[in-house]
Every structure is written in C-alpha cells, then in structure tokens.
C-alpha cells in the first residue's frame, strides 16, 4: 500500500509537470521513499528525500505535491560522485524521468546518522549489497573536495561503527 501511495504522488507530479507544460525534469530519490520503490526494505515510510539539482522555483508547485520531503544539497550529503550512473529508473513515468539511487548509494548515504531507523534500514539492505562496490563509493566520497567538512568529519566518526558492524 505505501509504495503504491508513493508512486501516487510521484503521477500527481508528473500530472501538474505537463499540465503547466514545464520542461520534464530528473528526480534522484533516496532516504525511506526510495528504499521502498526499490524494494530495498519494507519498513513504511512516505518520505520522500530527493537530491537538489538546482530546479528552478516553478518546480515549487510540484515538489509541494509530495507533501513531506526534503530536498538535499550535494554539498551536504553522502554521495558519490558517481551515483547517477548506479541510479535505476523507474520505468512507470514517461514526462518525469524518476531514478532510486542504487541500494550501496542508499546504504552509504545513512552511514552519517545511524539512527535506529537507518539501521533497521541497513539491516535489511546491507546483505544484498555488493561490498566492492560500497567501499568503492566510500572511497568515492572520501575524495570528494566539496563536502563539507562537518559532514565528512561525521561520516569518518560513523565509518568505523559501520565497517565493523557490517564487515565491509
């Protein structure tokens, strides 16, 4: 029921999108909301976490359908630089192009709060992650020279309580 109340509203966008005849913009999901159209867990969630690729203000209109969101910086989120090319789309919108990031991007991007819920989440996303393929984006945003520094001085705190508990 709440994957289908989350592609709902991702139609309702995509509705509002054509019908104020806007350009078809890219939306890259993470967080809780992508977990769930990726079938990466089950826990329930509506909230849908997307990166911020500089979209105009009239996508405001759209955006406000998804009721609660956040809508990330890539200054202040773990993300490889890379995370496009692992993205999967969702082949369900045709004047939305709707992508969830890939389940190592999602699983890395929690590493920095490892709050109860991120790791229900990477309990159930962890063991069907390649490992390579995670310590490669780990490595991917260790390298990144527009990170902020508080946000990557939290990842490297929480990086050894992960790599420990999840043997990567």
Same mark, same amino acid.
């Given at each position: 029921?709440?994957?289908?109340n989350l &592609?709902?509203?991702?139609?309702?966008? @995509?509705e509002?999108? *054509? $019908?104020? %005849?806007?350009e078809?913009?890219?939306? #890259?999901? !993470?967080?809780?909301?992508?977990?769930?159209?990726?079938?990466?867990?089950?826990?329930?969630?509506?909230?849908?976490?997307?990166?911020?690729?500089?979209?105009p203000?009239?996508?405001?209109?759209?955006f406000?359908?998804?009721?609660?969101?956040d809508?990330?910086?890539?200054?202040?989120? &773990?993300?490889?630089?890379?995370?496009? @090319?692992?993205?999967? *789309? $969702?082949d %369900?919108?045709?004047y939305?192009?709707? #992508?969830? !990031?890939?389940?190592?991007?999602?699983?890395?991007?929690?590493?920095?709060?490892?709050?109860?819920?991120?790791?229900?989440?990477?309990?159930?996303?962890?063991?069907?992650?390649?490992?390579?393929?995670?310590?490669?984006?780990?490595?991917?945003?260790l390298?990144?020279?527009?990170?902020?520094?508080?946000?990557?001085?939290?990842?490297?705190?929480?990086? *050894?309580i992960? %790599?420990?508990?999840?043997?990567?």
């Amino acid at each position: 029921m709440i994957k289908e109340n989350l &592609l709902e509203v991702l139609h309702e966008m @995509e509705e509002v999108t *054509k $019908l104020f %005849k806007m350009e078809p913009f890219d939306i #890259y999901l !993470l967080g809780g909301g992508a977990c769930i159209l990726g079938e990466y867990t089950t826990r329930a969630t509506l909230d849908i976490d997307f990166v911020d690729l500089g979209y105009p203000a009239k996508y405001g209109k759209v955006f406000s359908l998804l009721r609660d969101y956040d809508m990330l910086e890539y200054e202040s989120t &773990l993300l490889s630089p890379n995370y496009k @090319e692992r993205a999967i *789309k $969702l082949d %369900k919108f045709k004047y939305i192009n709707v #992508y969830v !990031l890939s389940k190592e991007d999602i699983a890395i991007s929690k590493v920095i709060r490892l709050a109860e819920k991120d790791i229900e989440d990477l309990n159930e996303i962890i063991p069907n992650c390649n490992k390579e393929i995670l310590n490669r984006i780990i490595e991917e945003i260790l390298n990144r020279d527009d990170l902020f520094e508080s946000k990557r001085n939290e990842f490297i705190k929480k990086l *050894k309580i992960f %790599k420990e508990k999840y043997n990567v």
